[in-house]
């Protein structure tokens, strides 16, 4: 502690089990483990400053963002340091030449959308966590979110970044070069790494093209068959999708009930669909039309001006906070091939019941990119028999135990499912290369 308040200055550690106590637990309560402090450096070179004396002391280090990782990945297990990123938060002019934006890692999603908006830019990666959620862990998890259909997740927006590898080694990539094929791309390879190689501390990140013209639908259908039949036919149709998401009867229904809405349409459907769609000319028409065509479609609420979009996207967008209210869920969030995706939202729930009986298991979920977040409450934290279940059924059916929340402590023990063992082995490889004291999130995913 005394060499860490040498580098970042003694205000910047933090040792009180008060201070300690928001970092030592992640956003869902499921995750907890104690901190033997919390570092919060103002820039890259006490970033490496602190990894240098951390590895000189033996003491295993967690990153942290925003904190709203979903699998465990960014809270301690039992005496590390936690190294916080968020007073790294200044973010570069718009490049409108490039469309391009260098983001240091504690800037939040919703920070880099407004300096992109500013700019008459957009930032493709969004979801509910926007406002807390950082670049750091976007970077480092490889969010992907509610647009990842039209725009792909955070490694297609990411040019490259700036990081400290867990031996001390520097990367440091902003210069925003498009092409650049000069061997490995260390940058994406920490993409996704979890904190275990190293520390991102900012990162390069395409804008896309603003698009103020835009259409939120929230379809109502009578069953998943039918809803995933319809996003198929739009698909195919409609050329600027940016969103098709799916929900059910009950998580709308508790949605409804945690934050006092009206219901989104006249009649209860068992599902619900909310697509949205956004260009340079208004999209309404087009789709109107591929939804009055489409076979199913039960009511429909159409939003065009922003309020009303942002009131039709609450019903999905507060999923996440509304299941929360019933205590600490499992969270699963598999990937399946779209043609499986009505038989696992069928059978999931009663394969779910038959490890837990008293288990309720909400699903919702990105249907354009055949990504369905299993959410199961009235389960203890560490019965982990109902994860055991959805996910060996996902990769029964041809998915992945993980679709864009990353692995983290909580799925590390099924990776096998998705990953072979010389996969598996080569990643140690990577990890013993460039953390080879093995102080970088000991425990999360490998
Ligand atoms: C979303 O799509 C996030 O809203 C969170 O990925 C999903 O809470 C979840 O399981
Ligand atoms: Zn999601």
Same mark, same amino acid.
């Given at each position: 502690v005394?060499a860490l308040?040498?580098i970042v200055?003694?205000?910047h550690v933090l040792?009180? /089990?008060?201070?300690l106590?928001?970092y030592e637990?992640?956003?869902?309560?499921?995750?907890?483990?104690?901190a033997s402090c919390v570092v919060r450096p103002g820039n890259t070179d006490e970033v490496a400053a602190v990894l240098a004396a951390c590895r000189?002391a033996?003491v295993a280090v967690v990153a942290q963002g925003g904190n709203?990782?979903?699998?465990?990945g960014g809270v301690p297990?039992?005496g590390e340091v936690v190294l916080s990123l968020r007073r790294l938060?200044?973010?570069?002019?718009?490049?409108?030449? /490039?469309?391009?934006?260098?983001?240091?890692a504690g800037?939040?999603?919703?920070?880099?959308?407004?300096?992109?908006?500013?700019?008459?830019?957009?930032?493709?990666?969004?979801?509910? /966590?926007?406002?807390?959620?950082t670049?750091g862990g976007?970077?480092a998890?490889?969010?992907?979110?509610?647009?990842?259909?039209?725009?792909?997740?955070?490694?297609?927006?990411?040019?490259?970044?700036?990081a400290v590898l867990g031996?001390?080694?520097?990367?440091?990539?902003?210069?925003?070069?498009?092409?650049?094929?000069?061997?490995?791309?260390?940058?994406?390879?920490?993409?996704?790494?979890e904190g275990t190689l190293g520390v991102v501390t /900012?990162?390069?990140?395409?804008?896309?093209?603003?698009?103020?013209?835009?259409?939120?639908?929230?379809?109502?259908?009578?069953?998943?068959?039918?809803?995933?039949?319809?996003?198929?036919?739009?698909?195919?149709?409609?050329?600027?999708?940016?969103?098709?998401?799916?929900?059910?009867?009950?998580?709308?229904?508790?949605?409804?009930?945690?934050?006092?809405?009206?219901?989104?349409?006249?009649?209860?459907?068992?599902?619900?669909?909310?697509?949205?769609?956004?260009?340079?000319?208004?999209?309404?028409?087009?789709?109107?039309?591929?939804?009055?065509?489409?076979?199913?479609?039960?009511?429909?609420?159409?939003?065009?001006?922003?309020?009303?979009?942002?009131?039709?996207?609450?019903?999905?967008?507060?999923?996440?906070?509304?299941?929360?209210?019933?205590?600490?869920?499992?969270?699963?969030?598999?990937?399946?091939?779209?043609?499986?995706?009505?038989?696992?939202?069928?059978?999931?729930?009663?394969?779910?019941?038959?490890?837990?009986?008293?288990?309720?298991?909400?699903?919702?979920?990105?249907?354009?990119?055949?990504?369905?977040?299993?959410?199961?409450?009235?389960?203890?934290?560490?019965?982990?028999?109902?994860?055991?279940?959805?996910?060996?059924?996902?990769?029964?059916?041809?998915?992945?135990?993980?679709?864009?929340?990353?692995?983290?402590?909580?799925?590390?023990?099924?990776?096998?499912?998705?990953?072979?063992?010389?996969?598996?082995?080569?990643?140690?490889?990577?990890?013993?290369?460039?953390d080879?004291?093995?102080i970088m999130n000991p425990?999360v995913?490998?």
């Open positions: 005394r308040e040498d200055g003694p205000r040792t009180s /089990a008060e201070d106590a928001p637990v992640d956003w869902t309560g499921r995750f907890r483990g104690r000189e033996g709203t990782g979903l699998v465990g297990r039992g938060d200044s973010i570069g002019d718009v490049d409108l030449i /490039a469309r391009q934006v260098t983001a240091g800037v939040t999603i919703a920070a880099v959308e407004a300096a992109a908006a500013r700019s008459g830019l957009h930032y493709a990666v969004d979801f509910g /966590a926007r406002d807390s959620a670049v976007s970077v998890t490889n969010a992907g979110g509610l647009h990842v259909m039209r725009y792909g997740g955070t490694r297609e927006q990411l040019l490259g970044v700036e031996d001390g080694r520097r990367i440091t990539r902003l210069d925003g070069l498009v092409k650049d094929n000069t061997g490995y791309h260390l940058s994406h390879l920490l993409c996704g790494s /900012a990162a390069r990140l395409r804008l896309v093209p603003r698009y103020d013209e835009r259409t939120v639908a929230l379809i109502g259908f009578a069953s998943v068959v039918a809803a995933v039949d319809a996003a198929t036919a739009w698909r195919r149709e409609l050329e600027y999708l940016e969103a098709i998401e799916l929900m059910l009867a009950d998580g709308v229904e508790l949605v409804c009930a945690a934050f006092d809405l009206a219901a989104p349409l006249a009649t209860r459907w068992p599902v619900y669909v909310l697509v949205e769609a956004a260009a340079a000319t208004d999209p309404s028409a087009a789709l109107a039309r591929a939804v009055e065509a489409t076979v199913g479609v039960g009511d429909v609420a159409v939003a065009v001006d922003a309020g009303r979009r942002t009131s039709l996207w609450r019903y999905r967008d507060d999923h996440t906070l509304a299941i929360n209210t019933l205590g600490p869920p499992h969270k699963l969030d598999v990937s399946l091939p779209l043609r499986h995706i009505a038989a696992f939202a069928e059978e999931v729930p009663h394969r779910v019941v038959s490890a837990a009986p008293v288990a309720r298991t909400f699903l919702f979920g990105h249907l354009g990119d055949g990504n369905l977040h299993v959410n199961i409450s009235g389960v203890a934290p560490d019965d982990e028999s109902v994860d055991d279940v959805v996910l060996r059924f996902a990769v029964e059916l041809g998915g992945s135990i993980s679709a864009e929340h990353g692995i983290g402590i909580a799925k590390r023990q099924w990776l096998h499912l998705s990953r072979s063992p010389d996969e598996i082995d080569a990643m140690r490889s990577i990890k013993r290369a460039l080879p004291t093995g425990g995913l490998l």
